[in-house]
């Protein structure tokens, strides 16, 4: 079954290579979607995949790349969108 999420990380996650650490995970573990910088200061994913890597995912989030200070991660279950591969956005 596939499920998808949007999360919100927030803490030192920009400029320490979260979302290119994040990308590479989740294509380890076989997901699709996204991740981009917020204005804010924080960093935005969706994610879409087997329930399993999806939680893999998110207990992987609070601990973000080697630089990272992660302070929270906020998710819900998102609706399903259609992605080829998961990639890093730059909008």
């Not at 650490?21 to 573990?29: D, E, G, I």
Request: charged share 20%; aromatic share 12%; hydrophobic share 35%.
């Amino acid at each position: 079954m596939t499920v998808c999420i949007h999360a919100f990380v927030s803490g030192r996650v920009q400029g320490v290579y979260f979302r290119d650490h994040t990308r590479k995970r989740a294509q380890a573990l076989q997901l699709t979607g996204w991740v981009r910088n917020t204005p804010d200061g924080r960093v935005e994913v969706y994610a879409c995949g087997a329930q399993p890597q999806i939680h893999e995912l998110i207990e992987w989030l609070w601990q973000g790349s080697p630089a990272s200070k992660v302070s929270q991660v906020d998710w819900n279950e998102a609706p399903f969108e259609t992605h080829t591969d998961f990639i890093i956005r730059y909008d």
